[in-house]
């Protein structure tokens, strides 16, 4: 079973700067994919990027794009979310989702292994 452990939230003025930390162990194979969602009240859970293991390649919802970055660092098991830029707008419970597939999605429910959510909160 996939275990992912996030960390890295808070409270950010507009402009500022976040990074994220999801902390994975229990791949069964090389094959997978990381992917961040997120989630405001009432609203369904987005998707905004993503890191497929095949040709570490990455993925970004139009919104973040050129804002945010995501990475990867095989050594400590642990993918990134450098959110730079922060809107208000950017405000939201922020997950980190792994499937054991190198595809990935903007498809929440592909995904079947869901970190705890950290929340992020920009004030403008």
């Known amino acids: 079973e996939v275990q992912l452990v996030e960390s890295g939230g808070g409270l950010v003025q507009a402009g500022g700067s976040l990074r994220l930390s999801c902390v994975a162990s229990?791949?069964?194979?090389?094959?997978?994919?990381i992917g961040w969602f997120r989630q405001v009240p009432g609203k369904e859970r987005e998707g905004i990027s993503c890191?497929?293991?095949?040709?570490?390649?990455?993925y970004y919802e139009e919104s973040v794009k050129g804002r945010f970055t995501i990475s990867s660092d095989n050594a400590k098991n642990t993918v990134y979310l450098q959110m730079d830029s922060l809107r208000p707008e950017d405000t939201a419970v922020y997950y980190c989702?792994?499937?054991?597939?190198?595809?990935?999605?903007?498809?929440?429910?592909?995904?079947?292994?869901w970190g705890q959510g950290t929340q992020v909160t920009v004030s403008s």
């Open positions: 989702a792994a499937r054991q597939s190198s595809f990935c999605s903007w498809y929440h429910a592909v995904f079947s292994s």
């Open positions: 890191f497929s293991s095949s040709g570490l390649t990455t």
């Open positions: 229990g791949f069964t194979s090389d094959d997978y994919a």
